[in-house]
């Protein structure tokens, strides 16, 4: 990908989607945490993976949504908007699990695991009953990831979500069953 491809004006770059995402949290007033990539993007700038957590710190229910590309985060920004949560349950959303891989250039295979391992200890550390819902593409990777560092808990993976429509319907049923 070469750096006009990536400008911010591009639709579908790593830089739109993250700022619809930015954008998206602030209107829900939730806030993000930014995560560096070690990366530049092919114009130069830093690269990160944003996360926000809606619902109570102490929730033993959980989904975490994760985004890789801009479909997924066009379904993220949708949940924000009308989030599928119920008051004692915690959704917690990954944007661009591996910004340099999104942005089109190489990346550490081992960043975005990491960081992931990063968000599940800071964000999802009470939960016991975790649901995992890739948007827009299969990953099998993430369960076993995060059941090294969420020990305690029960992790399901959700069918992947290409979908706002079937976000919310994999989180309602999720959050519905017993």
């Known amino acids: 990908m070469d750096a006009v491809s990536e400008s911010p004006k591009g639709r579908g770059t790593y830089r739109a989607a993250r700022r ?3 954008a998206a949290c602030e209107k829900a007033h939730v806030d993000t945490i930014a995560r560096l990539h070690p990366a530049k993007g092919p114009d130069g700038k830093p690269l990160f993976m944003d996360t926000a957590a809606l619902g109570p710190r102490r929730a033993a229910r959980a989904v975490l949504a994760v985004a890789y590309d801009a479909a997924g985060t066009a379904v993220m920004t949708d949940l924000l908007r009308h989030p599928p949560l119920p008051a004692d349950a915690r959704l917690v959303l990954v944007h661009a ?8 250039i190489a990346s550490d295979p081992a960043w975005p695991g990491a960081m992931l391992g990063a968000v599940a200890v800071e964000d999802l ?6 649901a995992v819902l890739a948007l827009g593409r299969e990953d099998e990777s993430l369960g076993p990831l995060l059941q090294q560092r969420l020990p305690e808990a029960a992790i399901r993976l ?3 979500a290409a979908t706002a429509a079937q976000a919310k319907g994999a989180i309602a049923q999720f959050f519905a069953a017993p």
């Open 20 to 22: 619809a995402f930015i």
């Open 158 to 160: 959700l069918p992947p």
């Open 97 to 104: 699990l591996d910004p340099a891989h999104f942005a089109g």
């Open 125 to 130: 550390s009470r939960v016991r009953d975790l």
